[in-house]
């Protein structure tokens, strides 16, 4: 009889034949036996650790999710006879499911689509598996030609291993799925579908466009409200909205999808943006550098872009001396100016920064506002070190990952550690390497992290930092990977005492990512209003009346002459609505200036939260923001007792 030991500490004896969810809480929807998740209905013959999964478990949220994308694409089924399925995964906060119907349908069929999912949940339908030889699944799925070609290539590994393929039916309908599942679909309490979208099967622009329905998936109907709220929230601070509105930057038609353009206002803040990375990459050590934005094809292949990366690369230019790329990483020019000197040993780590323009042939269909882009300016780092050096540096560069993203109210990440993924320019001995100084100096660090398998980057094994922004949603903001490769392809060394010569090791860092992506999340976290140091306009006055004109102007003079961003509001429109622009352009502070302010040469400061401070003294409130500024507080100050 398998012996099964449950999380409390208990252990069990469960006959031969029955299910591991015999010994689990009733609320579990799925099990986790020495870490796998399986089925509730699984019975094991040996014995071994039996952990319930709950709903609301982040494996928990998987399999729901994954079990209503199954009831989604059975409803349509039943709705559209003749619909061809083809994959439904669980994503970020819900599922999706990629379908060929017989005609066309759109969002007002989202509902219908919605009920009967409501009905076939309402039957309370068991999950069932089974698993199938490859001959029976052809047959099984043989007016399903999307599941056939995923049967076909099975060798890859997508569903199941070897011969033997699972499939999960209920009722009638049937998906070719790994599993597991929840015990039967009346377990989905709480759901619904968002949108529709056109998806290429595959993500390949040459084969068949499939319609994408999205939906979401909670363990409790007050858990999907509070998502549904989130996605209110998220509305009102879309970046693309905000960015048009608060005139920060566009992309013309012109120049292409992903490329965008800074307007002065978009300007000034990515100056502010700008001068700080440099400030503190100076002040952790680093040297600035410059590089152009394109190379020969030499540099590419050397560096291993060309053999693995070119997908994302702009096509060549072609002209007399060579074909010249867009660079699309700054890591190999960085290696060039490595190795512009003879570098003995005492000379390391070499730190570079640069705020480096890459260029990225991202595809159309991902493209978003600034989130996604194919044109942008990382805040790139690479250091170059002794093997010795390589987890102190590792630790150097998580310590300023999190000063600097803590200056922006970004504390408490979520860090993971990505090992080396199939597709790599690296030997094995090398990830493992790499991977273990990552892991001793996540180790050293005290910061918690969880291990992403083959989630590397073609380079090798790196850690992400992942921040909660101001409505709860995570952003993967900063990599660091240990890099033992690029070293290697390009013969990069350093001369020990006895004049040999040794290869170093590589560390890449962008903290910020591409400025167009981290202006993005920060407007979002924002909302818009940013901290008065990144703010492009700092303080708004408002003169009552024509005859307050002068007057405010000369006020704002005297401010910007402090070295504050001040501008006069010259529009005849009445105070109200000067005071209403001022919101809506997020303008940290605003001065009203009447008879009352000139007579007593007195300022009446009105902040952000819209408190109203009268007979402020110039030279008083000139000092404070300098101070509030310089220190890039993320709190505005008060003024008045
Ligand atoms: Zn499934
Ligand atoms: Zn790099």
């Known amino acids: 009889m398998p012996r099964i030991e449950l999380a409390d500490g ?16 009733p609320e579990a929807i799925a099990a986790r ?38 009831v989604l694409a059975q409803a349509v089924c039943d709705l559209w006879p003749g619909t061809k399925y083809a994959i439904g995964p669980s994503i970020d906060d819900g599922f ?29 339908q068991p999950f069932v598996r089974e698993e199938l030889s490859r001959s029976q699944a052809l047959d099984r799925f043989a007016d399903q030609p999307y599941k056939r070609e995923i049967v076909e290539s099975l060798e890859e590994g997508e569903v199941g291993g070897g011969e033997t393929v699972t499939v999960y039916r209920n009722d009638g309908w049937a998906d070719l799925c790994l599993g597991p599942h929840v015990p039967s679909t009346g377990r989905l309490k709480a759901f619904a579908l968002t949108k529709l979208a056109g998806a290429y099967w595959r993500g390949d622009e040459t084969r068949s466009m499939l319609t994408r329905i999205y939906g979401t998936a909670w363990a409790t109907p007050k858990d999907l409200r509070a998502y549904e709220q989130r996605l209110v929230e998220a509305e009102k601070r879309d970046h693309r909205r905000l960015g048009r509105e608060l005139d920060l930057f566009s992309s013309p038609e012109e120049l292409g999808p992903g490329l965008w353009i800074w307007h002065p206002k978009g300007g000034i803040f990515r100056k502010q ?19 152009p934005h394109i190379a020969r094809s030499v540099l590419w292949e050397t560096s291993g872009h060309l053999e693995k990366y070119a997908d994302n690369m702009y096509p060549p230019m072609q002209t007399e001396t060579g074909d010249y790329y867009a660079k699309p990483m700054n890591c190999p020019f960085h290696v060039m100016i490595y190795k512009s000197s003879t570098r003995s040993y005492r000379d390391l780590p070499v730190r570079l920064s640069e705020l480096g323009t890459i260029y990225r042939h991202e595809r159309m269909g991902t493209l978003h506002g600034l989130l996604r882009i194919r044109g942008g300016t990382q805040d790139d780092s690479h250091v170059v070190c002794r093997p010795d050096q390589l987890v102190d540096e590792i630790l150097r560069a ?108 590589m560390i890449h860092r962008a903290t910020l990512g591409t400025l167009e992506r981290f202006t993005a999340v920060l407007i979002e976290h924002y909302a818009g209003a940013f901290p008065l140091w990144l703010s492009p306009e700092q303080v708004r006055l408002l003169p009552v009346a024509d005859r307050h004109l002068e007057h405010a102007r000369e006020l704002a003079s005297r401010l ?82």
């Open 273 to 291: 943006l700008e001068d700080y990375v440099r400030e503190v990459n100076l002040a952790h050590g680093f040297d600035l550098v410059v590089t």
């Open 96 to 124: 999706y499911y990629d379908l060929e119907l017989p005609g066309p349908i759109s969002e007002t069929d989202l509902p219908r689509i919605e009920e009967r999912m409501r009905e076939i949940v309402g039957a309370d």
């Open 33 to 70: 036996m020495d870490g796998e998740l399986v089925d509730l209905s699984f019975a094991p013959s040996i014995g071994g650790k039996a952990e319930p999964v709950l709903p609301a478990d982040a494996d928990g949220l998987h399999v729901l999710r994954h079990s209503a994308a199954h």
């Open 560 to 641: 910007r002459d402090t070295g504050l961003r001040a501008v006069v509001d010259e529009s005849g429109e009445t105070v109200g609505r000067k005071v209403r622009a001022a919101q809506l352009a997020k303008t940290p502070y605003v001065l009203v200036i009447g008879d009352k302010e000139i007579e007593s040469g007195d300022l009446t400061v009105r902040d952000r939260a819209g408190t109203e401070t009268k007979g402020v003294g110039f030279d008083d409130f000139a000092r404070v923001l300098m101070g509030e500024a310089s220190s890039r507080t993320l709190t505005q100050s008060v003024f008045g007792i």
């Open 398 to 505: 998580f310590a300023l990952t999190q000063e600097m993203h803590s200056t922006f109210g970004f504390t408490d990440p979520v860090v993971e550690l990505s090992t080396l993924p199939g597709e790599s320019i690296v030997t094995p001995e090398m990830a493992e390497r790499a991977t273990g100084a990552l892991r001793d100096a996540l180790e050293r660090s005290g910061l918690e992290y969880r291990i992403a398998e083959g989630e590397g980057s073609f380079y090798g094994p790196k850690v992400d930092f992942h921040f909660r922004d101001a409505i709860g949603r995570l952003w993967q903001l900063t990599t660091v990977q240990a890099d033992f490769g690029l070293p290697e392809r390009f013969q990069m060394e350093y001369v020990v005492e006895d004049n040999q010569r040794h290869r170093p090791v």
């Open 10 to 25: 208990r252990a069990s004896e469960l006959p031969e034949g029955e299910p591991i969810g015999s010994v689990l809480p």
